[in-house]
């Protein structure tokens, strides 16, 4: 049996969310493909799945679900069935015995406040219940009606759902007029707190170029490697693919670009943008940080569906500089002494 399965015989019905690198939508039938064993899983980190799965019955309103599940996978991202079998087990005692304590199930895990905060507010929308009191809190703060130095009433959750619902009342053009207000303003906390909450959504156009505009008035500042890394992320998803490119490959050119929360930012969250010439300066970047940060992104963007093949074109690239190629050779030089 399968979780898909299990949700179905309680005639109950499910929605899939990836939380591993961001919080996404996973489709029903990709996710089944997957437990079925023929489909390796879609966006793997640290060798597993990190799923979060909301059900609910049609017919019991007001009534739902949540699971966190973290699951194995083998080398080719394949789910290995026995956890998620033993977290199966678990749930049929829990249903046969309900008044028993059965302590935690298996491949359970609990999300960072930020993830929680999101797929909470992906959840209202799903099962088109109101929003959370913190909605119009956050909605009155990016409208300027409280003022932009008058953030601490502001909560995770309120931020979350206003971006959850991009495209709902406004939203994002919202949050695009808000955007120079709160650099104009020095409200860091409220635009860090957004820009992360971003990386799970899609901006627009014309919120992606506000993005754009306030990176740049950071740049003309000294920005931290925490302010490359934040505006990487949310404009990792941007409808506007060059845009985002430009972007990256401008971060990527900076002098703090070789600093780890940037590799990793780029690594986990803009992994779709590295080919060609940007996967060739990322990669340069790379070798910099130094040989341990260098062989665990790369083997870890290599687990990501096409990467290896694109990565490995990069490697043979003959204008690549002397760092780089050291770096190859020990990344080669291990993996070889791993296959021995």
């Known amino acids: 049996m399968s979780i898909s399965q299990f949700v179905a015989g309680t005639g109950a019905r499910m929605r899939v ?34 799923v979060g799965i909301l059900s609910w019955n049609p017919e019991q309103p007001g009534q ?63 099962l088109k219940q109101d929003t959370t009191q913190y909605y119009t809190t956050a909605r009155a703060y990016f409208s300027g009606d409280t003022g932009w130095e008058n953030w601490q009433q502001l909560g995770l959750q309120g931020i979350a759902e206003m971006v959850a619902r991009l495209d709902e009342q406004g939203n994002s053009t919202l949050l695009q007029k808000a955007l120079p207000q709160m650099d104009a303003s020095d409200a860091a906390v409220p635009r860090n707190v957004l820009l992360g909450f971003l990386e799970n959504a899609e901006p627009d156009v014309n919120l992606t170029i506000a993005l754009t505009d306030s990176l740049a008035a950071r740049m003309k500042d000294q920005p931290s490697a925490t302010d490359l890394a934040l505006y990487c992320r949310a404009m990792s998803q941007s409808v506007s693919v060059n ?24 690594a986990s969250r803009c992994w779709q943008d590295l080919e060609g010439d940007i996967l060739s300066l990322y990669l340069e ?7 341990d940060v260098f062989l665990a992104l790369v083997a870890d963007l290599m687990t990501l569906p096409g990467k290896r093949k694109v990565i490995l074109e990069a490697f043979r690239n003959p204008q690549r500089s002397e760092e780089l190629g050291a770096a190859i050779g020990i990344l080669m030089n291990a993996a070889r002494g791993g296959v021995q």
């Open 17 to 50: 969310f990836d939380l591993g690198r961001r919080v996404a939508k996973i489709g029903q039938s990709e996710f089944e493909a997957f437990e079925n064993l023929a489909r390796p899983y879609p966006v793997p980190y640290l060798r597993h799945a990190w």
């Open 64 to 126: 739902h679900n949540i699971w966190f599940l973290k699951l194995p996978l083998d080398e080719q991202n394949i789910l290995q069935p026995g956890p998620r079998d033993d977290f199966l087990k678990h749930w049929l005692r829990v249903v046969e015995n309900p008044d028993k304590d059965h302590g935690e199930a298996p491949c359970a895990f609990k999300p960072d406040g930020n993830r929680m905060a999101y797929f909470h507010a992906l959840a209202l929308k799903t």
């Open 243 to 266: 845009h985002r490119r430009e972007v990256l490959e401008l971060v990527l050119k900076h002098p703090l670009a070789s600093e780890v929360e940037v590799l990793s930012a780029v």
């Open 285 to 291: 970047r790379l070798a910099l940080a130094g040989q």
